[in-house]
């Protein structure tokens, strides 16, 4: 396939207001015309900020994981229950629906969306052209579930209500809860600083445009 990118072809394009204007050889940064912000070919530093991030989210994945996520008190004494034993409290309970739940949105979509921006900031850093419409795919999807990710945070919140509706003891957010959240938050974070047209540069490099092809 024969094409000419915007970047080959000297325009850049305004991440705050999406304009697109051609690139101006000047000392000073160019900036927008139409909201004044900087212009960049690539979001700056954008594998480095997603790295931090990333590691940031997987150090707090461990913590929100092992420390209790909510404290019981009752007149039967004081409980403290991790993410994992409240899934298997609501199995052993027959609760099996919400159990799933609770796994899937606050265990497999963290560890999904972690190894899925650790594998596209890995293979952007080396300039990989392995499967870049698949790898922009997998962007896609966890962009989409980036929308969603607070949905993790209200899963807890209904475990938390949950319990309190069926029995009388008093509940309270325990540091897990705290942890899990800061993972949510930095995925998000990442995602929106990993610049997707990375995936795509190394395949650009190789692909004669027509004007190579002209001259050839």
């Not at 298997?88 to 796994?103: C, E, K, N, Q, R």
């Not at 800061?182 to 995925?187: A, K, Q, R, Y």
Request: charged residues 15%; positive net charge.
């Amino acid at each position: 396939m024969k094409y000419v990118t915007a970047k080959r072809a000297g325009l850049l394009s305004c991440h705050a207001c999406g304009r697109v204007e051609p690139r101006i050889r000047s000392a000073t940064p160019q900036l927008c015309t139409r909201c004044g912000a900087p212009l960049h070919s690539r979001n700056p530093d954008s594998l480095m900020r997603t790295w931090a991030l990333l590691i940031a989210a997987a150090l707090l994945y461990i913590p929100a994981n092992l420390l209790p996520v909510m404290h019981t008190s009752s007149l039967l004494g004081s409980e403290d229950d991790t993410i994992m034993s409240g899934v298997v409290y609501f199995w052993t309970s027959g609760d099996w629906p919400l159990a799933m739940i609770v796994f899937i949105a606050s265990i497999m979509v963290p560890m999904l969306k972690l190894s899925v921006l650790v594998l596209l900031t890995v293979t952007a850093q080396r300039r990989s052209r392995w499967r870049p419409q698949q790898r922009t795919t997998l962007y896609r999807m966890v962009e989409r579930i980036g929308r969603w990710s607070m949905l993790d945070v209200f899963v807890v919140t209904l475990t938390v209500a949950l319990v309190r509706f069926k029995s009388l003891a008093v509940i309270t957010a325990g540091p897990g809860a705290i942890a899990f959240g800061s993972v949510v938050i930095l995925t998000m974070l990442a995602s929106m600083q990993f610049d997707p047209r990375l995936i795509w540069d190394p395949v650009e490099s190789s692909t004669p445009t027509p004007q190579d092809l002209h001259h050839d």
